[in-house]
């Protein structure tokens, strides 16, 4: 993984924890375990992402992994959501050059939750640290290919979103 990315950091834990503020800060939980769709998120102070959070200020396009607890939950940063930050139980990947749907769609499959079952670190709860989320090995086809790969899983990611937000319209209405 290190070899396709810029930067691989994780977030902190904010001083402040009232949820006060106009910064959406993005833990686990706000995302969703489905569609990778980043939910309601508490909020952090303007001063506090411009100073000691400023090492894990969001971009656009960054894909975040949970490496704490749930461990391998995937999503990428859009827009609508910044500004952004996270904490340190989500690590911020933000590549070079690969193609973001291919990479997002590789990390949810098999090989990496392979890896994630062999690797974790165990203690209060398990973890993977920064320097596993780096020596993670992905295999790159072209990046053509990697276009195309993650655009038709991105597509078959929405497909099944759609078909389980019906099913629960079905379940509530019954």
Known sequence: MREITSLITKGTTPLDKSGNGSINFIKIENIDSFSGKIVPVTRITEEEHNGYLKRSQL???????????????????NKEIL??????????????????????????????????K??????????????????????????????????????????????QREVILIMISN
């Open 59 to 77: 971009q656009e396009n960054d894909i975040l992994f949970s490496i704490a607890g749930t461990l391998g939950r995937v999503t990428a940063v």
């Open 83 to 116: 500004p952004a930050n996270t904490n340190q139980a989500l690590a911020i990947i933000r590549l070079k050059g690969s193609s973001l749907n291919y990479i997002i769609t590789y990390l949810k499959g098999k090989a990496v939750s392979d890896f994630i």
């Open 118 to 163: 062999r690797n974790p670190t165990v203690g209060a709860q398990p973890n993977l640290s920064l320097k596993q989320v780096g020596n993670l090995e992905i295999s790159l086809p072209e990046s053509k290919e990697q276009a195309n790969i993650g655009t038709f899983f991105k597509s078959m990611d929405n497909l099944i979103t759609l078909h």
